[in-house]
């Protein structure tokens, strides 16, 4: 379990991390989500001790990561797989690690072996391809046998077959009552991973929430319609409430009606429907549309014009 | 994506055994010393020192010996031809160069510490500086958050590893040196009054530059930064004391100022020749070496435990 309270890093004037309060609970995969720049390493940092808080508080097990008496069985961290020595073996790496905590040396052995990495065991760090540093950090932060992982975009820069593997592994470690706490930009993943939502944007958290309520609560159902008879519909439509877009392609989308309704409306008006399709909003749309509208709302703020706010709000527009 | 093979489900993690463990300071040291014996640069640079502090040693000997052994057959000094009565000057005089030269055996021997401890300040500096070049600081950080306990296990695994090879250094560079300057009985022994302080001094020196430089590092975290403020700390200033004009007359000597220079004050426990005039005693010289050393240490530690790694 980490929970923070009201945790806030200024760097300057910059505000990375601005009063955050969230939970992260045991036996699931927590996605967090935001955009880059948007304080997640910060926080990830926050929470292992190696920034200090500018103000808030963040616990591990409810105390401060360093009064943890075994750190390393606590977390088992991978916030960048670069972070190592590359004149050091992959298995000294790991020895020194082990060492630190008092952890028995078979489990250097153990976890090379959990991540495919005993034959490169012995070679320099430094020559290790992006997927096997990212292994080698994996099997860091699984050294302590932990109760919680923390993974910083894990699946940056990887191979579709490193992805799964990554992917496969949170989901095995969740199954067996673990905290994992994945950090991500990209919504697609966290929709096929994650079973909590955190999103932050600018620091500021803006959705605690499963997937599902993520979804709904942040994009409308909507139905794609193609009909000869669009005015006819478009009014009908008006007229029980919902609303018409036309989409260009010669269908129409219609919000604000469930599509039962949709063809119910049809068939008692005698309106003749080629094709009506419901269209759930994906997590990555979903993601846009709170990303930009928080990002709309700071950008008025005179003196704030933040560079990653522009870029967030035109992807918006564009979505 | 679904195409691809993936390799088998990490199945592993379930089926690995419960860690035990506890983090403590003997761990922490187990740490550090995996970590220094694993990294080339550690036996690159203790090679080097050795190397330096031994041959350099052994070149002022062969030096001092050669220049005795012309001395004793007249061929340079006031007795030479054309300036003295030319032959060798008599055995008096002789026996009287040997002596004074006999007193300088272990600092001659040991001459080489000069340029030494200009190489261990590398080994110091890198040993907390390469941590953050590379990144490892925050692996290092994130597996043991106590940091009071990294530093300290940092600064004792480099200190004593300093230590062994500085007094092995030490010793080596004597023995060589004696080797050489016995050929014209002008060695002397670990028996005589103070070599055994010099010879063992000049590994405690070496251990103590080593530890300021890892001050240094842990303060500026920067490798280069901290080396070549160690060199001007140890070196530079040392050179420039050497260089600066006397202060007039009436102000306090220049000798009570030199003393204070880090070398002149550490350097006095292993070697008597290149000192100020009123030097510290060796033990109470080699005190306020460890002093500057001490302060610079604490400095880094506080900023160790309350910057942002």
């Given at each position: 379990m980490i929970e923070a309270r009201g945790l806030t890093k200024r760097y300057g004037p910059t505000v990375a991390v601005d009063d955050l309060s969230f939970s992260v609970a045991p036996g699931k995969i927590t996605g967090f989500l935001g955009p880059n720049g948007a304080g997640k390493t910060t926080t990830m940092r926050l929470i292992l001790g190696l920034d200090r808080p500018t103000s808030g508080t963040v616990t591990v097990e409810g105390r401060p990561f360093a009064q943890v008496a075994q750190p390393m069985r606590h977390i088992g961290a991978l916030l960048d797989a670069k972070a190592l020595h590359g004149g050091r073996s992959a298995y000294n790496h790991l020895l020194c690690l082990a060492q630190s905590n008092n952890l028995p040396r078979v489990r250097v052995e153990e976890v090379l072996g959990l991540v495919g990495l005993t034959d490169v065991?012995?070679?320099?760090?430094?020559?290790?391809s992006l997927g096997m540093g990212q292994r080698l950090g994996i099997a860091a932060a699984l050294l302590g046998d932990p109760q919680i992982l923390m993974f910083d975009?894990?699946?940056?820069?990887?191979?579709p077959e490193g992805i799964l593997w990554i992917r496969n592994l949170m989901k095995a470690l969740a199954a067996e009552g673990r905290t994992v706490f994945v950090s991500s930009h990209l919504m697609s993943e966290m929709e096929n991973t994650a079973d909590h939502l955190l999103v932050i944007g600018r620091g500021k958290l803006i959705a605690d929430c499963t997937v599902e309520e993520f979804i709904a609560a942040n994009s409308q159902l909507t139905v794609r319609v193609r009909t000869p008879q669009q005015d006819q519909l478009t009014k009908l439509v008006a007229t029980a409430g919902g609303t018409v877009r036309e989409n260009g392609d010669g269908t129409i989308v219609i919000s604000g009606l469930e599509p039962r309704q949709v063809g119910d409306l049809a068939y008692d008006n005698s309106v003749r429907l080629h094709e009506l399709a419901p269209a759930q909003a994906s997590l990555e749309q979903a993601f846009m549309e709170l990303t930009a509208s928080s990002v709309e709302f700071h950008a008025?703020?005179?003196?704030?014009?933040?560079e990653l706010a522009g870029l967030a709000a035109s992807a918006g527009k564009e979505a | 994506m679904a195409t691809t093979v993936a390799p088998a489900p990490p199945a592993g993690a379930t089926s690995l055994p419960r860690a035990a463990g506890r983090a403590n300071f003997a761990g922490a040291l187990r740490c550090e010393f995996t970590k220094i014996r694993s990294v080339r640069s550690t036996y690159w640079t203790l090679f080097a020192l050795a190397v330096a502090c031994v041959g350099i040693g052994a070149l002022f000997s062969w030096g001092e010996a050669a220049q005795m052994a012309r001395l004793a057959n007249g061929a340079a000094g006031p007795f030479r031809a054309g300036v003295g009565?030319?032959?060798?000057?008599?055995a008096s005089v002789i026996a009287h160069i040997r002596a004074v030269r006999v007193g300088r055996a272990a600092s001659v021997s040991l001459f080489g510490l000069l340029i030494g401890q200009l190489i261990i300040v590398v080994l110091g500096a890198l040993t907390i500086t390469a941590e953050y070049s590379t990144g490892m600081i925050r692996t290092s950080l994130a597996t043991m958050p106590r940091r009071g306990t990294v530093f300290a296990s940092k600064a004792v695994v480099f200190g004593a590893v300093a230590l062994v090879v500085g007094l092995i250094t030490s010793f080596l560079a004597f023995f060589a040196g004696q080797a050489i300057l016995s050929t014209q009985h002008i060695s002397t022994t670990l028996g005589h009054p103070g070599v055994l302080r010099s010879v063992i001094g000049g590994g405690l020196f070496l251990a103590v530059c080593g530890l300021l430089s890892f001050g240094l590092g842990a303060l500026l975290r920067h490798t280069a930064g901290a080396i070549a403020t160690a060199i001007g700390l140890l070196f530079v200033l040392w050179i420039l004391g050497n260089f600066l004009p006397s202060p007039p007359s009436g102000w306090f000597g220049q000798a009570d100022l030199d003393k204070w220079i880090p070398f002149n004050a550490g350097s006095g426990i292993w070697q008597n020749?290149?000192?100020?005039?009123?030097?510290?005693?060796p033990w109470v010289g080699f005190g306020v070496f460890c002093g500057y050393a001490a302060v610079i240490l604490l400095a880094g530690l506080i900023l160790f435990r309350q910057r942002d790694a």
């Open positions: 065991a012995r070679k320099r760090a430094k020559g290790f975009e894990p699946v940056n820069g990887l191979d008025g703020v005179p003196g704030v014009p933040g | 009565p030319g032959g060798p000057p008599p020749q290149i000192n100020g005039v009123h030097p510290f005693s």
